[in-house]
């Protein structure tokens, strides 16, 4: 393995150069900067790892917070968590996962410690007490979801909003008149930031196009069968003739299964979108047109924030938003009666 002083010959810059440019210590110029990595990479040089964590230069390690709650629905989570690591991979970081139910004392605690060089944070709540923990420390962190207060703050999420919008104009377009939201249970409501934004969003959508439309949650904490069943015959015994879902895969398979039971035919005489889904929705009994919501697309771009943010700490923060895709799976047809 070459030492820092090749690096430096090579570069053609001192050994101390070769140390700011490397551990981002002190500024350098780009173009000293792009030299010395240059010539780092051509030589296969690395730094010491635990030399780099005492002298608080880069550690190539992420903390990855996310606390791990009752309610908490755990394949869609560590969905997430993967797509985050691999996302990490991709760059040589590895990830720290921090998922002390008092989310802010792990991020203080690796904060205090220099161990990582930037927070990645999951399962954003509304009111989230990480908020105010990011704008304190000086650790780059990133919020894989939007709290209510972000000012200042880097969060990547699906653009939910849109993808409500776009599931309503669907059924809308097709001559729907009466729809029905089917949503999560009660509590993610409370709890999370997304499943109220597309509660809101369909509503307001669907007055803009004047069309009737209900909502009903599928349990307190989590999915369950009855309550997924009542909300599906409501919503058929209200006239409805288009179904919006936006719940995990339990809740899908339970819909499918209360329609079929009532002897109703999907893409006949009931349409049906899935709004965010962040399964494999090809692996429901029947197939559903979708609008999915795909962590690798926001692991990887909050990612590159974070590395953008360890380069300059001083870019401009922001919300940046993952436009949705409509995957068609023929689910969405005229109403029976058009």
């Known amino acids: 393995m070459a030492r820092i002083d090749e690096v430096a010959a ?28 240059d010539a780092a990479h051509r030589l296969g040089y690395a730094p010491n790892a635990g030399a780099r964590m005492l002298a608080g230069r880069v550690t190539h390690i992420f903390a990855l917070t996310e606390p791990l709650r009752r309610e908490t629905h755990a394949p869609t989570h560590m969905s997430f968590v993967l797509a985050a690591a691999v996302a990490a991979r991709r ?8 998922t002390d139910q008092q989310a802010s004392e792990g991020m203080h605690r690796v904060t205090a410690s220099g161990l ?18 990011a704008r304190a420390i000086t650790t780059p962190t990133v919020f894989i979801g939007i709290p209510d207060d972000h000012e200042g703050i880097d969060c990547v999420d699906l653009d939910f909003e849109a993808a409500a919008r776009l599931a309503v104009d669907r059924v809308a377009d097709a ?16 709890l999370s930031n997304f499943p109220p934004r597309v509660r809101r969003a369909v509503a307001d959508r669907a007055d803009e196009r004047g069309l009737a439309h209900t909502f009903a949650t599928t349990g307190e904490v989590v999915t369950e069968a009855d309550a997924v069943r ?11 003739s288009a179904l919006l879902l936006h719940g995990v895969d339990d809740m899908h398979a339970a819909v499918l299964d209360a329609v079929t ?15 965010a889904a962040s399964f494999d929705t090809t692996k429901l009994p029947i197939q559903l047109d979708t609008i999915p919501l795909i962590p690798e697309a926001s692991c990887d771009l909050a990612v ?3 590395l953008a943010r360890i380069d300059d700490p001083h870019r401009p923060t922001g919300i940046h938003l993952l436009a949705p895709v409509y995957r068609d799976a023929g689910s969405v047809t005229a109403p029976p009666s058009v």
């Open 91 to 98: 760059h040589d970081y590895d990830i720290l996962l921090l």
């Open 175 to 190: 001559g729907h008149r009466r729809i029905a939201l089917i949503g999560q249970p009660e509590s993610t409501y409370r």
């Open 116 to 133: 990582v060089d930037a927070i990645l944070v999951l399962d954003v709540a509304p009111d989230d007490e990480r908020v105010a923990i």
């Open 230 to 240: 009542t909300a599906v015959g409501d919503a058929l015994d209200a006239g409805a």
């Open 261 to 275: 039971e009532r002897g109703i035919r999907v893409g006949s005489d009931i349409s049906i979108v899935s709004i």
């Open 10 to 37: 090579a570069a053609g810059v001192s050994i101390s150069t070769v140390s700011y440019a490397l551990s981002g210590k002190r500024p350098i110029s780009p173009d000293t900067r792009r030299r010395v990595v």
């Open 304 to 306: 590159d924030l974070a």
